[in-house]
Structure formats: structure tokens, C-alpha cells
């Protein structure tokens, strides 16, 4: 339902489309801590059943089974949870870049998702996020700076409140 929902917002020909192969689209979907990955193939997607109850309320879909409703959570997008719970605090350069901005200092409190540092490369201006709510400890560049792949940029120290 997720899917077809998605799906909608393009024309019927480019529903399920893909430019590498026709595999089946994975969608991980979460109740509670448990999260699965499906396997979504257009032509299956045509085949669910839309008659049952059910809401779609942003990422996730509320359905009603008689007497028993679950919410799962579209967590496709989202970053993995143990690759956030196993930061090492460093923000390190994706790619060889120029820094252009920086947008936080040592001693500043950050949340996770929030932009800290801006790295041109490319002619691209990629924003670099944090992965977990911190406190940087020190900023190791400068703007202007240029730097290698899997530089350091800054370091943080997770929020003891955030655990």
C-alpha cells in the first residue's frame, strides 16, 4: 500500500521502473524495534488489497485487522540504527572536497541530522550531518580548507542524555 501510494505520483508507464534491472523495489518497514525488508514488484503491488482498512500517515501506514491495529513504519530511507549507534563520533569527508562552510564550533550541542559541515566537490555542495545527538569536541578544518577522502572533520561526544 506504501508502495502503490509512492507509485501514484508517476505516470502508469514509469510505475516500477527501474534503469539497471527489474528487480523488486526493498522496502523496510518497522512495528515497535522489529524491522524486515520486502521485496515489492510492480505487479505484485497491483494485486493488494486496498478494500482492507487502513491510513497512511506520513511513513507510516496504520492498518486494521478486525480487532487488532498495527502501525509500521516505512523506515526505507532511513539510516540503519545500529550504524548510529555505532558512530565513533567522527564526521569524516565522504570524498576529496573544499570545505565551504562550517556550521558549528567546539562546544556547541547538536542533534542528529543537523548540518555541520559543507563540502564542495565536484562543482556539488554536500551537506555533512551529524549521525547522533553530540557535543563537538573540536572542528579539525577550516573553511576554505581543502581535504582527502575520510578526513576528519569534527569530533563529537554523544550526549549522555541521549543514551
Known amino acids: 500500500m506504501l508502495w502503490r501510494r509512492t507509485a501514484e505520483g508517476y505516470p502508469s508507464a ?26 515489492v514488484a510492480a505487479h505484485e503491488a497491483a494485486k493488494v ?9 506520513g511513513d507510516d501506514i ?9 502501525r509500521f513504519s516505512d523506515k526505507t530511507y532511513a539510516p540503519p540504527t545500529a550504524a548510529m549507534a555505532g558512530s565513533d563520533g567522527k564526521l569524516r569527508a565522504p570524498m576529496d572536497g573544499r570545505v565551504v562552510a562550517i556550521k558549528v564550533a567546539a562546544g556547541d550541542s547538536v542533534t542528529r541530522g543537523q548540518t555541520l559541515i559543507v563540502l564542495e566537490a565536484m562543482k556539488i555542495q554536500h551537506q555533512l550531518k551529524a549521525a547522533l545527538d553530540a557535543t563537538v569536541e573540536s572542528v579539525a578544518v577550516q573553511e576554505g580548507q581543502q ?4 578526513t ?10 541521549a543514551h
Open 147 to 150: 581535504v582527502a577522502n575520510r
Open 49 to 57: 488489497d486496498t478494500n482492507m482498512p487502513f491510513h497512511i500517515d
Open 14 to 39: 514509469l510505475r516500477g521502473w527501474r534503469n539497471s534491472n527489474p528487480e523488486p523495489t526493498p522496502i523496510r518497514l518497522a512495528v515497535g524495534n522489529v524491522e524486515r525488508t520486502i521485496a
Open 152 to 161: 576528519v572533520l569534527v569530533t563529537m561526544a554523544a550526549d549522555a542524555a
Open 62 to 70: 496504520i492498518v486494521d485487522l478486525d480487532t487488532h491495529t498495527v
